[in-house]
């Protein structure tokens, strides 16, 4: 008796189908749902392209800041490493400006204050990017690519 593989079988009714939300649906989810949602069946993938493309902002904002900017400081008196310099900043700016919306709405939904969502913004975003404590910057960047990655995930599911 032979064994014979099938590896073309047709869906059923029980198959995981694409997770996909509306967009009113999104701005009602709780963060405990938009866990639980990014990482449904059906949007795994997305989950992935939103670990990436979230994640990466707050990581590369970080990584300017604490590992390219203090290079340049010794370049800084030369006109070149003003330009840098300031390029560099701008970038960082960047990060924040594109960070800090998803952050909050992240935590005005976990805190149900816009009071204190305002806070834990300022206090995160400010912590990762200027705390002299590599340790400091690092537990905020953890909890800036978590709610960023989430917050994407969940974005890249909803539905036009």
């Given amino acids: 008796m032979s064994?014979?593989?099938?590896?073309?079988?047709?869906?059923?009714?029980?198959?995981?189908?694409?997770?996909n939300i509306s967009a009113k649906k999104f701005e009602r989810l709780t963060v405990v749902e938009q866990v639980l949602q990014a990482f449904n069946p059906g949007g795994r993938i997305a989950a992935c392209i939103g670990a990436?493309?979230?994640?990466?902002i707050?990581?590369?904002?970080?990584?300017?800041?604490?590992?390219?900017?203090?290079f340049y400081r010794e370049l800084g008196s030369?006109?070149?490493g003003m330009v840098v310099g300031i390029t560099m900043w701008a970038m960082v700016g960047g990060g924040l400006v594109c960070s800090a919306p998803k952050v909050y709405k992240w935590f005005s939904a976990a805190f149900g204050s816009r009071f204190e969502a305002a806070g834990a913004v300022i206090c995160l975003e400010a912590?990762?990017?200027f705390a002299p404590v590599v340790s400091l910057s690092a537990a905020a960047l953890a909890v800036l690519v978590f709610v960023n990655a989430i917050y994407c995930a969940c974005r890249l599911q909803v539905r036009s």
């Fill in 58 to 70: 707050p990581a590369l904002t970080f990584s300017v800041v604490h590992l390219v900017l203090p």
């Fill in 52 to 56: 990436l493309t979230g994640g990466c």
């Fill in 3 to 19: 064994t014979i593989l099938n590896l073309h079988t047709l869906p059923n009714n029980n198959s995981k189908a694409t997770a």
């Fill in 78 to 80: 030369t006109l070149w």
């Fill in 127 to 129: 912590v990762m990017t």
